[in-house]
Antibody, heavy 122, light 111 residues
């Protein structure tokens, strides 16, 4: 059974940093690209970032480009999201998700974690 | 590039059918066969209901179906049940520097 467990959420000040992690199990982690999706309070889902299985390619939403960095440690089956220069509008529940396909890494997401809440406020 | 356009809410009675639309452009929904649909209930992880425009993952009820015409994708739920009440989001690969777009979400109420 696929399991994705996020950690590292919490309160950060505007301009501050926070690092999210996602522990994965139940599948061959390095065969799959991995994705972060967020949901601000009272709003819809927003794609944030995707990284390839080997970690050599990364993709970012315009809203986080240059501030967030996605990475992975395949030896530990862990996905990370380093969030710098945080803004109030980054406040959201952040989900890590696994794609259905090993090939179409920017395609459908068939497994999701329960999410980690990030609050940016002074 | 803006989010894909969905109606904010739809409603139906048990047993009825409803359809949720998702309108994009010729650069995303209309170009790639990579529209997916997610059901999201409060406090739960989103669940994949449809992928690649019209394919249903194993374990998803056949009451859920997807289709696409031009730049508009649709999710149809037949035989509505109380448990279908949730938020529904479409998503499409968009290529270029945008990569992935979600719709704004549609709140389904079962009357």
């Amino acid at each position: 059974e696929v399991q994705l467990v996020e950690s590292g959420g919490g309160l950060a000040q505007p301009g501050g940093s926070l690092r999210l992690s996602c522990a994965a199990s139940g599948f061959t982690f390095n065969n799959y690209g991995m994705t972060w999706v967020r949901q601000p309070p009272g709003k819809g889902l927003e794609w944030v970032s995707t990284i390839s299985g080997g970690g050599s390619s990364a993709y970012y939403a315009v809203s986080v480009r240059g501030r967030f960095t996605i990475s992975r440690d395949n030896s530990k089956n862990t996905l990370n999201l380093q969030m710098d220069s945080l803004r109030a509008e980054d406040t959201a529940i952040y989900y890590c998700a696994k794609p259905l396909s090993t090939i179409t890494i920017l395609g459908a997401l068939d497994s999701w974690g329960q999410g980690a809440l990030v609050t940016v406020s002074s | 590039q803006s989010a894909l356009t969905q109606p904010a809410s739809v409603s139906g009675s048990p047993g009825q059918s409803i359809t949720i639309s998702c309108t994009g452009s010729s650069s995303d929904v209309g170009y790639y066969n990579l529209v997916s649909w997610y059901q999201h209930q409060p406090g739960k992880a989103p669940q994949l209901m449809i992928y690649d425009d019209d394919k249903r993952p194993s374990g998803v009820s056949p009451r859920f179906s997807g289709s696409k015409s031009g730049n508009t994708a649709s999710l149809t739920i037949s035989g509505l049940q109380a448990e279908d009440e949730a938020g529904y989001y479409c998503c499409s690969y968009a290529g270029g520097s945008i990569h992935v777009l979600f719709g704004g979400g549609t709140r389904l109420t079962v009357l």
